[in-house]
């Protein structure tokens, strides 16, 4: 068995079309955690499934130009979906925040456009933002956040 460092493992990983699984089996990893260590507040650490990929059909326009369209999407958007929105929220008030938003990266993963202005709006309204770069990470920062 060949050793990989997280960033070839993250890069085969991505390769086979698997949807960033470092950051995910993080997400899971925490929210198995603090489940179990907070049983109180369990069901107040929710994740907002934002992403992932939606069906779309082609249209035609009244030019005769097609462009993709997603009614999901559409919808998802009516509904009130925002991009950006943190991997998780602890919606839980804390040291004078409303909530904790908790941001899931890999070592080498940078915010999108769209999660820093989630993030700057986030902390505008009053919450607390971090981001994590492991499993251990997050859980010292609800640690933190909740003592």
Request: proline share 4%; with cysteine.
């Amino acid at each position: 068995m060949k050793l990989m460092t997280p960033n070839q493992q993250l890069q085969e990983l991505l390769g086979r079309g698997k949807r960033n699984s470092i950051e995910t089996n993080s997400q899971k990893s925490v929210v198995n955690w603090f489940r179990l260590q907070y049983p109180k507040y369990a069901k107040l650490l929710i994740h907002v499934p934002n992403g992932g990929k939606r069906s779309s059909m082609k249209v035609k326009k009244k030019d005769g130009t097609e462009v993709e369209f997603c009614r999901e999407g559409k919808e998802l958007k009516e509904m009130g979906t925002t991009a950006g929105v943190s991997d998780l929220l602890l919606l839980l008030p804390r040291k004078g925040y409303g909530c904790l938003a908790i941001e899931m990266k890999t070592t080498e993963g940078t915010q999108s456009p769209p999660q820093k202005g989630w993030m700057f709006e986030m902390i505008a309204a009053g919450n607390k933002y971090v981001v994590c770069r492991s499993a251990q990470e997050a859980e010292l920062a609800i640690k933190s956040y909740l003592l």
